[in-house]
């Protein structure tokens, strides 16, 4: 029996009917096919070279009939043949999937997430964490000021040297943000302790996929609430899977980032701080500490297009 290759029978079935369209068209609509206009049609489609096996039988068949007994199907392989299919459509599109994860395979797919801290823990052991730079909330990354950097020989209008973002599936964004938030909470608990930075601190939906009795808010515009020495941080995530130096902020993100970059609020001892995450589906990933966009005092770091709030910055060479 020819067993289908995974990765494309289901595209290449979608190409022969597309060969079969102008039949379709003319006939299926208006007569019931009768099988020897089936096995007229079979015989019509072309000959690919994943399956040179089956169409060698198809040329040497007389009938339907004589095809089933050549490639040796039985009346039960025939009646669950829907279900093989089917079976099998869905293993192609999980693999579809599957992504390199710590240096493992893992399935990106949405019901399958909740899996993705015990395979980072996996992955990135604990004693292995302690070994990557730690986060330190008091102690900004360094960045160019990019002012100045766009004086002289406008270096802001030049062509970038590094690639752009390539587009994301839903699925793929999901994953990356998630391990990316994965991460912070495992490098900031190692850092400051369990009491300080608890399940309950990461406020994030995405934490309910570790922590399932969390009480989340997405609109809270972080990701993480921690309090340190009479000082509240309240972090957001910005996970990449390569160290691109943009991100995009939401509008709830947006919108604490500017209330807390007012005096009255750095009066209330409280920050704006953003986690840069690069390589987070890696077993290395490299943390920035980026200051608060709109507050006036750091403005001159970043560019923020305000089209779609994607902010830009540029890390000393």
Known sequence: MITPILFDWE?????????????????????????????SLLRKLPVDQPSTEF???????????????????????LNTAHTKLD???EEARRRKKVVEVCG??????EDNLSGLWAHICTGLPAEDLGELAPVDLKKLSSLENVTTRSKGKRKDREPSSKPKPKHLSKSMENLIGLSGEIHAFRMLQNTY????VSASSWVSGNSSLVFPDNKTDDGKGCDFVIALEGRTYFIEVKASE???????????????????AKKSSRRRKESFL???VSNALTATP???????????KYQSLFVIEEADARVRYHSKS
């Open 11 to 39: 595209s290449r079935g979608e190409g022969y009917l597309e060969h079969l369209s102008v039949d379709v068209e003319a006939t299926a609509f208006t007569r019931i096919w009768a099988e020897q206009d089936v096995w």
């Open 55 to 77: 169409w060698r039988l198809v040329a040497a068949a007389s009938s339907l009939d004589d095809l089933v007994v050549r490639l040796g199907l039985s009346h039960d392989a």
């Open 87 to 89: 079976a099998l459509r």
């Open 104 to 109: 493992k395979e893992f399935d990106g797919s």
């Open 193 to 196: 302790g369990a009491a300080a």
């Open 242 to 260: 390569g160290d691109n130096e943009s991100f995009v902020l939401g509008s709830s993100e947006i919108r604490l980032a500017m209330e807390l």
């Open 274 to 276: 953003v986690l840069r």
């Open 286 to 296: 490299s943390f920035q500490l980026l200051p608060n966009p709109y507050d006036q």
